[in-house]
């Protein structure tokens, strides 16, 4: 999850994981929170409200989140997902050669499009816009590597939004990899093969 959405922070020596998903994915967040909850102090997830916007949407419920307590073991994941920002006292999520390679499994495969993927007509969209267009090629490259995709970054990398592209027969692929690990409110995530 720590490629999707969810983020890491140092408030001591050790790091501690944040998971927020919207309202639509309150059973995936539910199903998260059940994964890590021996790791919190929380004894459910909370609620974050809308506040304003969306008429329609305000006062009901935003989203869900919860976040763990710091422990080492979560500092493995802080050392291989963050570094310092060079001009301040801030860390930045980053890709760094050898991460899908040497620890994505079809189980982390399967979360992350959970958490980031999407289908569009027979195609797999991963939304990876918050990594650069450098970390986007790594992505691209070593998911071509260690699962036989044949990703193609597409033009739209040097532009505003980039995404990980799985063409049609890539999707197949990815889909028959992931689904054992989908669970069931997500599975519209999956393409109907």
């Known amino acids: 999850m720590i490629l999707s959405d969810a983020c890491m922070y140092k408030v001591s020596n050790h790091a501690l994981i944040k998971f927020e998903q919207g309202y639509l994915q309150e059973e995936f ?9 021996e790791y919190c102090f929380m004894i459910e997830p909370g609620k974050r409200i809308q506040q304003n916007g969306d008429i329609f949407r305000k006062g009901l419920i935003k989203s869900f989140w919860f976040k763990t307590f710091s422990h080492v073991y979560f500092d493995s994941l802080w050392d291989l997902f963050y570094k310092s920002c060079s001009t301040s006292k801030s860390t930045i999520k980053s890709i760094n ?53 044949k990703i193609v970054p597409p033009a739209g990398f040097k532009q505003k939004y980039r995404v990980i592209v799985f063409n049609s027969e890539d999707t197949v692929l990815l889909s028959k990899l992931i689904k054992p690990y989908i669970i069931a409110s997500m599975s519209y995530k999956l393409p109907i093969c």
């Open 29 to 37: 967040l539910f199903h998260l929170f059940s994964l890590f909850k």
């Open 97 to 149: 050669k050898g991460l899908i390679s040497n620890y994505l499994t079809e189980r982390g495969l399967a979360y992350w499009v959970m958490g980031d993927g999407s289908l569009n007509k027979k195609s797999m969209i991963l939304h990876t816009q918050s990594y650069s267009e450098e970390e986007n090629l790594i992505l691209s490259k070593e998911l071509n590597e260690k699962f036989e995709f």
